[in-house]
């Protein structure tokens, strides 16, 4: 368990809020409180985003008043037991931002020296190797305001180091869960995996009462040395009346892999940032994602592939699926070094409106530096095929199955990259259960 004392109720951008969160942190490193307190200076001095930066184009910029929302308490009675929504090697359960339970790590994967705890626990027993990664590549694809107030405020979250030569077979797993009204939350995520090591990260944020508002500001750096190989799954089902940022940065060095999967479920307003990194000569990064956008919801994702080393790959894969009067924006870009010769990279976003009143717009985007490259970017929007309704409903399906068929079959070039049939099967069932809401 956090060993964090409770904290009273203050909004998360007030000064008193700073002042309550670092005294409730009595054993924190020096140098971590040095760069809170600057990175409260720097969220103090930047403006809120508007429409006219670019980084902001066909954004809402109305609702990220992060004021209504107030510092949670520490109180383990918050805590449930929850079972791991995959059968995994470990699992770190937190409520409001504060360890509460989960599952212990393997005692064979701890004598390997995997590393599993929650952050702050980690900045305690090695706060020098924790340094050495933390906050060592933010995003800054827009939300530099908000990258600063997750820097300022976060508490915990997970921690997870793999030592050379490793493989954990069985995914490690957290639960993040958004608890008290209005409580804002923090949670930080760091994966470093050592040469030729690899490990699965399951993550699941959500809010425990689907009709309580919360503010999430979550953050995660993932860190592939060369040889390592490292997949995350994000499942993401905030309440539909809560404000929203995800904020990753992938960095994968020479022969290193990283697959990200991201679905985005929940959230009334939600701001996903992802950054992809090559840095060394044959590294890659997949990034993925799926969104359900009902109602009048926002889902605004901005992406970076960024190939600073040569013989690199990169692919992306965003798919949104909009009802009602939802919205989505997808801006995307990769990014050439003039030294990232033979680069292969790709970048496609397709969108399906369910509905005459959603509304998608796509921004891909080439800026390549270097002449020997493999590079394309590609957008599509539409609506249900007609061709294939007309043959479902020939075979005398009717049409809210058929139409449940087919957006599955949309669903399904996401799913079936997960690696893992529990997870595909709770994926899924959250999935049904969002498009049954809608309809």
Not at 172 to 201: K, Q, W, Y
Not at 363 to 369: D, F, Q, V, W, Y
Request: aromatic letters at 8%; charged letters at 25%; glycine letters at 8%.
């Amino acid at each position: 368990m956090s060993d964090f004392p409770a904290v009273n109720s203050a909004s998360v951008v007030a000064e008193a809020a700073f002042a309550e969160h670092m005294a409730s942190w009595p054993r924190m490193p020096a140098w971590l409180a040095e760069a809170k307190r600057e990175a409260r200076k720097r969220f103090a001095e930047l403006t809120m985003p508007t429409r006219k930066q670019e980084a902001w184009r066909f954004a809402t910029v109305s609702n990220l008043s992060c004021d209504g929302f107030t510092l949670a308490r520490g109180e383990a009675s918050l805590a449930a037991s929850v079972e791991p929504v995959v059968t995994c090697g470990g699992c770190l359960d937190f409520a409001d931002d504060f360890h509460a339970g989960g599952k212990p790590l393997d005692p064979e994967l701890a004598e390997k020296g995997v590393i599993f705890l929650p952050l702050d626990a980690a900045l305690r027993a090695y706060p020098e190797f924790v340094r050495k990664y933390l906050f060592g590549h933010m995003p800054n694809l827009g939300s530099e305001k908000f990258e600063a107030l997750h820097m300022a405020m976060f508490r915990s979250g997970v921690f997870l180091y793999v030592p050379k030569n490793v493989e954990v077979t069985l995914p490690l797993a957290a639960l993040h869960e958004a608890v008290r009204p209005n409580a804002g939350l923090f949670p930080h995520t760091l994966v470093v995996a050592d040469e030729n090591s690899s490990v699965t990260l399951v993550e699941v944020f959500r809010s425990r009462d689907a009709n309580l508002a919360h503010f999430a500001c979550a953050a995660s750096d993932l860190v592939a040395l060369p040889g390592a190989r490292i997949s995350r799954r994000l499942i993401q089902s905030w309440s539909d009346s809560s404000l929203a940022f995800h904020l990753g940065s992938s960095t994968a060095d020479r022969d290193s892999s990283i697959d990200s999967i991201s679905l985005h479920l929940g959230g009334g307003h939600v701001r996903a940032e992802e950054h992809g990194r090559i840095v060394g000569r044959g590294g890659n990064v997949q990034m993925h994602s799926l969104a359900v956008a009902t109602g009048s919801r926002e889902i605004d994702q901005r992406t970076l592939q960024t190939h600073l080393a040569c013989d690199g790959k990169s692919d992306l894969l965003y798919k949104n699926v909009l009802t009602d009067k939802a919205r989505t924006i997808f801006a995307g870009l990769i990014r050439v070094d003039e030294l990232a010769q033979r680069t292969d990279a790709y970048q496609t976003n397709r969108n399906l409106l369910l509905s005459p009143d959603a509304e998608a717009s796509s921004l891909p985007g080439l800026e390549i530096l270097a002449n020997d490259v493999k590079c394309s970017h590609g957008m599509t929007t539409g609506q249900l095929d007609a061709d294939q309704m007309f043959y479902l409903l020939s075979r005398g399906i009717p049409r809210k199955e058929a139409e449940k068929l087919m957006v599955f079959g949309f669903f399904e070039e996401v799913l079936s990259r997960m690696g893992n049939e529990e997870l595909s099967a709770y994926a899924g069932g959250l999935l049904e259960k969002r498009m049954g809401a809608a309809g």
